[in-house]
């Protein structure tokens, strides 16, 4: 049954956003009991095709992605020489509109965690300030993007500032940059999993879908960590683009 439904909905008989149709006349147009419906509409949730709206129904899900971009979107054309910050450079690729408060944010002074410890070579427990940012797109939460810094390199500047939007014109890196410290080359590390029940409330996700976790590190020429990153984001709203120039 699921595979009937499952067909209906990628051949465009069920668009995007549409409801469908009550379980009772589903059950009537294909001869099977309300069981049958009920755990054929649940594996299509799972699969993050469908998702229940209280006092609308069961609707097909958006599926086109936004573009997550690859190296272009720390371009330093677009920070350096711009005020594009990252997550806005994601939203213009994929011709969607933005506004720099669709990027929210809290800052605190915190114990390092064994990983952050790590790659900042610190003491466990040594403090840090953490920025912890979530990013919406149409008032729907996205991903969430907790950065780590070093006191001595960020005290006193805009990372620090809890204000809603990017840390000042050019976001995060130009602050780097104007503190001494301009990023140079990054690492990006991307793996799959299922969310906690934290994650899946803040991030307003459908049972079964699973998050995408990035980790980031930023460093200067000269090798120097200034930032250590991790984010989560809802799997189902983003493709991830990469262009590279093959290596030797």
Known sequence: MAANLREAINQGEYLPGATLPKQEEL?????????????????????????????????????????????????????????????????????????????????????????????????????????ARTVKDAGRPTHTLNSYYLPEIVEGTPLVDPTPGPAGPGGGLAVLTLQG????????????????????????????????????RTYTANDVLIEFARGVHAASRFSWTYDFKLPE
Do not use: C
Request: charged share 30%; net charge neutral; aromatic share 8%.
């Open 27 to 131: 059950a009537e147009r294909y001869g099977v009991n309300i069981k049958t419906i009920r755990q054929a509409v649940g594996q299509l949730e799972s699969e993050g095709l469908v998702t229940p709206i209280r006092r609308r129904g069961t609707v097909v899900r958006e599926r086109p992605p936004m573009r997550r971009m690859g190296t272009e979107r720390y371009s330093k054309k677009k920070w350096k020489y711009g005020d594009t910050v990252a997550f806005i450079a994601d939203r213009e690729a994929s011709g969607r509109p933005w506004q720099r408060t669709d990027q929210t944010q809290t800052v605190r002074l915190m114990e390092a965690d064994p990983e952050i410890a790590e790659a900042y070579g610190l003491q466990p427990g040594s403090l840090v300030y953490e920025r």
């Open 181 to 216: 410290y301009e990023p140079d080359h990054m690492s990006e590390t991307i793996f799959a999993r299922m969310p906690t029940p934290e994650e899946a409330e803040t991030l307003e996700l459908p049972s079964g879908e699973p998050v995408m976790i990035l980790t980031r």
